[in-house]
Structures are given as C-alpha cells and as structure tokens.
C-alpha cells in the first residue's frame, strides 16, 4: 500500500478501498426492505465512515504525530468505529424484530406544586400519553443496543465481544468534554494505544464476520485494522 505524500511531490497518490467496493460490501448484510426505509442512506453513510477510518489508520501509521496528535487520533478512531457499530446495530435490531417499541407517546405534561416532605421539598407531575395507531420504534441507547445484542447474540456468543463493545461505548462518551461521574482522567491518559488494539480487533471481527460472508478479497478492505493488533 502507498504512503500518504504531499501534493506537491512526485509520489503516486494514495487510495483507500473505494466507496463503491464498501457499499457493496455493506449491501451483503444492509438491505431494502426488512422494515428498515434507509438502507441506501446507511449503506452510504457506512462506506464513507469505513474510509475515513482507513485514512486515519494511515495518518497513524504514515506521519510522525507529537504524543498529543496520536493519542487524538485514537481518538477519533474510536469515535467513527463507535458510529458504525452502533449504526449496524440499529439496523439489525430492526430487521430481526427485537428493537424497542412503543404505543403511546406523550401528550401532554401538567407539573405540580412544590411540597414539602421529610425536610426537602418535592414535585408531583402528572404525564398524559395518547395511544398511537400502530407501535413505532422507541430510541435506544448505545448502551441498551449493546445489550440486546448480547441477549439476541447479534455479533455472535463470545463474551469478550460484548465486554470490548461496553469499553467503546465509554470511551464513545468523552466525545463531551466536561466534566462527568464516568470520565476518570483525561484524554492522555485513556486514549492508549491498547485502546486503539481492542477497537481494531472489534471492528475487524464484526466486519469479516458471518453477517458479511466476506471472500479472501474483501477480507484485505479491513487488513489494516488486523494489521495494527497482530491478527
């Protein structure tokens, strides 16, 4: 694979696995139909996010970084594959039925008065939901969709799938940079290069996984990611 160079030198120019191999790719698992309305978005969207993770992996790999560059990098590393993921189980939670619904949503919300009771003042509001014709998905979490996909083994049985998932999505949560109960630390500290080897290691398993069937061929689209954790 070529380097990244300058545009003002003679080195050839640098290609990721094109747009159009990826979205193919995606539309072995991603299609029409199967109660889902966006697959051509998703599969789109999925490809560019699956290539711009691939030049951050030559980024990684092609320029010297400061400490402080690489350690963002992870960074951003992390937050894309987090995306995808999360994208890819939305969809699959849809389309084998096992995605949160509901029947009622909200239609209006009366609150009470402030009283007082054993030394601290409290507030009872009352919610009025109106039924809907028909159940319509309810928003889920990342946190919620990882765990359904453990219950319906969505990436397959093997515990220590779901348990790296559970690590990402904690990480995903530093995308905010305040202050919170679950951000120990900072950046430096928590975007390390292990991180970024169980991310790679994740991302490659869902990826050439059996929802993809991949052929020798397009198991070299994700060479990079096995590469970086010595698969």
């Given amino acids: 694979m070529s380097e990244l ?7 050839g120019t640098w290609y990721p696995t094109s747009i159009s191999k990826l979205e193919a790719y995606m539309g072995k698992y991603i299609e029409s139909g199967h109660a889902y309305k966006h697959s051509y978005a ?10 711009y993770l691939q030049f951050q992996d030559r980024i990684i790999h092609d320029i010297k970084l400061s400490s402080v560059l690489y350690t963002q990098t992870i960074k951003t590393v992390i937050l894309v594959s987090c995306s995808i993921i999360e994208s890819l189980l939305h969809y699959s939670l849809i389309v084998k039925g096992v995605h949160s619904e509901t029947e009622w949503t909200i239609k209006t919300l009366f609150k009470g008065n402030q009283k007082k009771l054993d030394g601290e003042f ?3 509001d009352t919610t009025i939901y109106s039924k809907l014709p028909k159940k319509q998905l309810k928003h889920m979490t990342f946190d919620a969709m990882i765990k359904s996909s453990k219950s319906h083994s969505i990436f397959g049985s093997r515990a220590l799938m779901y348990d790296r998932l559970e690590t990402l999505r904690t990480l995903r949560n530093r995308v905010h940079l305040q202050p919170s109960d679950d951000k120990q630390g900072t950046d430096w500290l928590t975007f ?9 290691s994740v991302m490659y398993s869902i990826l ?14 994700f060479e990079y990611l096995s590469r970086q954790y010595g698969a």
């Avoid at 998703?42 to 290539?51: E, F, I, T, V």
């Fill in 5 to 11: 160079s300058r545009t003002d030198e003679e080195a």
């Fill in 192 to 200: 390390t290069t292990d991180r970024l080897n169980e991310t790679y």
């Fill in 122 to 124: 409290v507030r009872v």
């Fill in 208 to 221: 050439t996984s059996s929802l993809f069937k991949p052929t020798i061929d397009q198991k070299r689209y």
């Fill in 42 to 51: 998703l599969k789109k969207d999925l490809a560019y996010n699956l290539q």
